[in-house]
């Protein structure tokens, strides 16, 4: 099995846990939205029954309204969703071939095997069917291509003995790495962007698929899916904990009797003196919501536990020897992907009935693995450097100070004139390299919230498209990014600066501000 390489795995964790949050902003939004509405209907049949009761004419005066988008409703994770398996149509249907830079010959294979993957597990894992919609989408150009209809105004395309539908999505869809609405529905999303970061490598766009349709799944099973922000991890000694945690899990999978005890018992304390030490919050809902999610998608395409050891061994060893990180909690994000699965699949040697019993967000896969083995009372360990002790922390001391001369650079950055890109649902992004400032950190963010700047990617939306090779995009989970330019050139319809382009439509034009920087605007 070809493995991804690190920056391209962490990419994958970051967009699930992007996307996410981008969908919890989108919904405060929504429910803002909808109270003002509400208290606004109240006062107009407040002042109804006014007018009734005296039977004079009011006139209303003219109130300057803001004109609000309201979005569709964003993904729920602890919602459960109804997955609506649309058959297909009895009779052919009129087939008009269209174009797409989506390919649709690939896009129907996968499609194909992810069924076929569903097919054969029948239920046996989690007791009821996974199958569900999956959708290949393009973020530039919203163009996407789709197992089902999806209530979608879709073309019909056959490829060989498969159909699909091909079309572009709506506006307020949000495209990503994601369990996306569409139309009142689910469906697991991969794109066309990322589809190349893994230079269309058939095995692992396919794990993707498979891991984005559990997420549509999994809230029926364990009433929760997707990744929460984790709390209180930010320390030196935290994140030592996380991977030293992972490194006991996984000589215990490699390790038997004894020794495979041993190793158990050591993975559970430093666990389980994480928590206590530093109250660290939400690890379980992340293993329950993104770790189960890697561990069924990866055990649907991994037959024999040599590959196993190998795919853990992996990404055991990018975890602990990663000297570089997107955010302080980053080494915790990516702690929970495969803390989980190592979890699971010892679980699945001590107790193969652990998966039938009631899980949920708040379960905590190492109290069962402890009850399981009949591990009583935890002792310290006794051995730590045959973790990688010593290699693990001087990773760790080093990550953290490249993450903070990475914001101290950004942070001069965001002191420049910047030029403010406003941008609305549907704007297409893709972003190569990421990170996030720590919120308090940024005096003008929005309270509570991370900032996180765009490095390099390529941004397009009404106004246009933007180019970053390399730069500050700021963005704190809304619709308004602002790109660091303390010098640049205006030449007709693009501006240029030092590593990036912008490129207008017709109709958009830059409005210089008198100190620098400035905003796109229509003409």
Not at 193 to 204: A, Q, S, V
Not at 489 to 498: H, K, L
Request: aromatic share 10%; net charge negative.
């Amino acid at each position: 099995m070809k493995i991804a390489d690190q920056a391209r795995n962490d990419k994958a964790i970051l967009y699930d846990f992007i996307h996410f949050h981008v969908l919890e902003f989108k919904d405060r939004k929504r429910r803002m939205i909808m109270k003002r509405i509400l208290l606004l209907s109240v006062i107009i049949l407040a002042l109804a029954a006014c007018g009734r009761q005296t039977q004079e004419y009011i006139e209303e005066p003219e109130y300057a309204t803001e004109e609000l988008e309201i979005p569709e409703i964003p993904y729920e994770p602890d919602i459960t969703p109804e997955v609506h398996i649309i058959p297909e149509p009895s009779a052919p249907e009129p087939e008009i071939i269209i174009e797409s830079v989506i390919d649709f010959t690939m896009a129907a294979n996968l499609f194909s095997q992810a069924q076929d993957i569903w097919d054969a597990d029948n239920g046996e894992l989690w007791g009821i069917p996974l199958h569900a919609p999956l959708v290949i989408a393009c973020a530039l150009t919203r163009e996407a291509v789709a197992c089902q209809p999806l209530g979608l105004d879709f073309t019909r395309q056959t490829v060989g003995d498969t159909a699909i539908y091909a079309g572009t999505l709506p506006g307020g869809v949000l495209i990503g790495n994601t369990a996306s609405r569409i139309r009142g529905q689910y469906a697991g999303m991969m794109t066309l962007c990322f589809m190349l970061g893994l230079d269309f490598d058939e095995r692992e766009m396919l794990s993707i698929l498979v891991h984005e349709g559990f997420h549509v799944i999994q809230p029926q099973l364990h009433g929760h899916t997707g990744a929460r922000m984790l709390e209180n991890v930010e320390s030196e000694d935290a994140q030592n904990k996380f991977v030293l945690e992972l490194a006991a899990l996984f000589a215990a999978w490699n390790n038997t009797g004894d020794k495979r005890l041993a190793n158990i018992n050591d993975a559970l304390y430093f666990r389980n003196s994480r928590r206590q030490t530093y109250q660290t919050r939400h690890e379980n809902q992340l293993e329950i919501g993104e770790g189960l999610v890697v561990y069924t998608a990866d055990l649907m395409l991994i037959r024999s536990r040599d590959e196993f050891s190998d795919y853990l061994a992996y990404h055991v060893e990018r975890i602990a020897n990663d000297t570089m990180a997107q955010s302080a909690f980053a080494t915790a994000l990516s702690w929970g992907y495969y803390s989980a699965p190592l979890y699971a699949l010892l679980l699945d040697e001590f107790c193969t009935t652990w998966r039938t019993g009631e899980i949920n967000r708040d379960t905590n896969l190492g109290l069962l693995l402890q009850t399981a083995v009949g591990i009583e009372e935890l002792t310290p360990p006794t051995d730590m450097e045959q973790y990688g002790y010593t290699a693990i922390t001087a990773a760790t001391r080093e990550r953290m100070v490249n993450l903070e001369m990475q914001i101290l650079s950004a942070l001069q950055a965001l002191a420049q004139p910047q030029i403010r890109l406003t941008s609305m649902s549907g704007y297409g992004l893709e972003m190569d390299n990421v990170f996030f400032i720590p919120n308090g950190r940024v005096e003008d963010a929005r309270p509570g919230a991370d900032v996180w700047m765009i490095t390099s990617g390529i941004l397009k939306c009404h106004w246009g498209r933007l180019d970053l090779d390399y730069g500050y995009l700021r963005n704190n989970l809304s619709g308004d990014f602002r790109l660091s330019a303390p010098h640049f050139e205006v030449a007709e319809n693009r501006i240029y600066g030092d590593g990036w382009t912008i490129e207008l439509n017709d109709g958009w034009v830059l409005s210089q501000s008198p100190g620098g920087g400035g905003f796109v605007r229509r003409g």
